[in-house]
Every structure is written in C-alpha cells, then in structure tokens.
C-alpha cells in the first residue's frame, strides 16, 4: 500500500487517484506483464462486467416502470423520488459498463459515479419516507425536525468517499480505498432512518389494510410508495 500513497495525484485538486485511476479496466487488462498477470486482471474484469451488466437490466426496467409513474402521477413526491433513483442507477450502470472495455470509462469516474449516484438514492429514499411519516402523523413537526437532522450527514459521506484514492487491483478491480469506519457509519445513518419512519409509516399501512384490505395494496403500488419501502 505504500506505493499507492506516495504515487497518488488530484482530480481537480482535491480528489485522490492512483495512476491506475485513470484507466479503464480494460485498458488495465492490456497492460499486463505475464499470462498470469493477464488472466488475474481478466478475471477481476469479467466478474464486475457481470455484476454491472445485470444492475444495467435491473435499472433500466426500473427507470421504465418509475417514469410510468410519473405519467400517471406527476404531483406524486414519492414517484419523481423512484423515477430520479432509478435513473441516477441506470445513468450510473452505464458508466460502469463502459469500464470494461478498452478505452471505456476511467475507474476514477467510475468511483465518482457511483458515490454519487449512492448519496442520490439514499437522499430519494429518505426524502419520501420523511414526507410520508410527517403526513401520517399529522405533520407532526418534531418528527420533520428529527428526519431533516438525520439525513444532514449524507454530503458529509459523500465528502469522505470522495477523498479517498481510487484505484484498479488486480484481484478486485476498479475499486475506492475508505478508511474501514465509513461502511458501518453510513450503514448506521440509513439504518437509523429507515428503522424512524418505516414504522412510523408501516402502522399507518397496516391500519389501512385492516380498513380496505388489497386496495390498500393497490394504491400503494400506484404511487410508488410500495418500491421506495422494498427499497
């Protein structure tokens, strides 16, 4: 790891790359040594082409479903919330499709990509679970205060993710080299807010469908609100 610190440079004077950084995976493929080299590199490649791939197919049948969504309900939060998740990950899986080949996207993009595109998700997931628990529980203005609270770290995380060099490894691939606390901290904060307002909005479901049974199935499908909570 010593060599990765002393060669890094800056993405615009603030974001850290290893050299390696500025390659596609597959311009990383080409530039192996030894057969061994190659088919280690190779192996690391075909294994995120599959897994990119797959989360391409995935987002782009959710962008398609959340825009349906969005015709039937344009004033609906929670359907622009599915629609801009949905998109950021399928604007995301292409970049990180492209990696794969040869002169295709540079892996530091790649990072940036999907750091961001995480924080957006997060924030889309967050935004409609908050409006929801203030709406059920009669806008109650300390539960708005509490949610606003909690979602303040997320640029914070952001921030951290980005201030750490990114790199391609032979055995892993492209990858982001975050200090070992990152993970759980913001696990914890989408845990935290999550746990708030999904029981806060699943008791008021769960009276729903006391009262009306499957239609109360059907409306929530309609607006969204059943994805971001699968979600």
């Known amino acids: 790891m010593s060599s990765n610190t002393t060669d890094l440079k800056y993405a615009w004077g603030f974001i850290p790359y290893h050299p390696t950084g500025m390659l596609s995976v597959g311009d ?3 530039q ?14 075909i294994t995120q082409g599959y897994i990119n ?8 049948r959710n962008s398609w479903q959340a825009s349906k969504l969005v015709y039937h309900r344009p004033n609906s939060t929670s359907s ?9 990950g399928f604007i995301v899986e292409t970049i990180n ?17 999907c750091v961001i595109g995480a ?21 109650n203005r300390w539960l708005l205060a509490v949610g606003i609270l909690l ?23 492209c990858v982001t080299m975050y200090p070992s606390y990152l993970g759980p ?5 989408d845990i935290a807010i999550n746990i708030i307002f999904s029981v806060v909005s699943l008791h008021v479901v769960l009276d729903q469908f006391r009262l009306s049974n499957n239609r109360c199935w059907e409306k929530l499908k309609s607006d969204g609100m059943l994805y971001i909570l699968c979600v």
């Open 53 to 60: 791939v797959t989360l391409f197919v995935l987002f782009a």
């Open 185 to 189: 901290f913001k696990a914890s904060i």
């Open 97 to 113: 499709v492209l990696m794969i080949f040869p002169g295709g996207s540079k892996c530091i993009t790649v990072c940036i990509g």
């Open 28 to 30: 990383y493929v080409l």
């Open 151 to 173: 979602m303040l770290p997320i640029p914070v995380i952001l921030w951290l993710f980005l201030i750490n060099p990114s790199l391609i490894l032979p055995e892993h691939g």
């Open 119 to 139: 924080s957006i998700s997060s924030a889309c997931v967050n935004i409609t679970l908050l409006l929801r628990a203030y709406m059920v529980a009669d806008r």
């Open 32 to 45: 192996a040594t030894s057969s061994d080299d190659t088919r280690t590199r190779l192996h690391s490649n």
């Open 80 to 88: 622009w919330c599915c629609l801009i998740q949905a998109m950021a």
